[in-house]
Nanobody, 121 residues
Framework: QVQLVESGGGLTQPGGSLSLSCAAS????????MGWFRQGPGNQRELIAT???????NLANAVKGRFTISGDNAKNTVHLEMNNLKAEDSGFYYC???????????????WGQGTQVTVSS
């Protein structure tokens, strides 16, 4: 069993900043990728940012220059710093991880419960 626990998010005005953190725990041998996806009302879940265990990052074009993703392999955590937030950044943010559990030959995909981010004046 692998659990992803998110923290952070909340409400801010346009131009403000928020941060998200996610910690993975359980039967983890190695985490290949961690990241964040967003789902707005009536929309599909979309990739916001990911980071691999060797530090390679991938950010959606809409957030490049404003969001920063970082990770700590030793702690199995990922952090998303969101600056200059816009109304369209609002939505439910889900932590995502591709995890090799102990003894497994391939990774499994895991999701957190989600945390709300609202950007509104």
């Amino acid at each position: 069993q692998v659990q992803l626990v998110e923290s952070g998010g909340g409400l801010t005005q346009p131009g403000g900043s928020l941060s998200l953190s996610c910690a993975a725990s359980g039967s983890i041998f190695r985490i290949a990728v961690m990241g964040w996806f967003r789902q707005g009302p009536g929309n599909q879940r979309e990739l916001i940012a990911t980071i691999t265990n060797n530090g390679n990052t991938n950010l959606a074009n809409a957030v490049k220059g404003r969001f920063t993703i970082s990770g700590d392999n030793a702690k199995n955590t990922v952090h998303l710093e969101m600056n200059n937030l816009k109304a369209e950044d609002s939505g439910f943010y889900y932590c995502h991880a591709r995890v090799f559990t102990t003894g497994a030959d391939s990774y499994t995909v895991h999701w957190g419960q989600g945390t709300q981010v609202t950007v509104s004046s």
